[in-house]
């Protein structure tokens, strides 16, 4: 279980498609579960900005809410197509 502050831009994070293409992979190769998985995980610390975009995109498409963690994480197009590539 998650908890604590930014919940929202977690949870947006966590079902984006660079946390289950790129990072969730990575992770699940070195092993572990729980804490050690999740020490595992880099993630940004999100400003206030950011912070009240993911509470507004909370209901929002999945689509939209790729592009905010896309542009949270300054994403090039390069690595934005291998995202998006099966």
């Known amino acids: 279980m998650v908890s604590g502050s930014f919940l929202e831009f ?3 994070f ?3 498609k660079l946390f289950n293409k ?4 990575s992770a699940n190769n070195t092993g572990g579960k729980g804490i050690d ?4 995980v880099y993630c ?3 400003n206030q900005k950011q912070i009240q ?3 507004a995109l909370i209901n ?3 689509y939209e809410k790729d592009n ?3 542009t949270v994480f300054e994403l090039s197009e390069l690595q934005k197509q291998y995202l998006y590539s099966i």
Not at 22 to 25: D, G, N, S
Not at 37 to 40: Q, R, S, T, Y
């Open 14 to 16: 966590f079902n984006s």
């Open 10 to 12: 977690l949870l947006i």
């Open 37 to 40: 998985f999740m020490n595992k």
């Open 22 to 25: 790129i990072i969730l992979p």
């Open 60 to 62: 929002a498409s999945d």
């Open 68 to 70: 905010f963690i896309n």
């Open 53 to 55: 975009e993911s509470i």
């Open 44 to 46: 940004v610390m999100p």
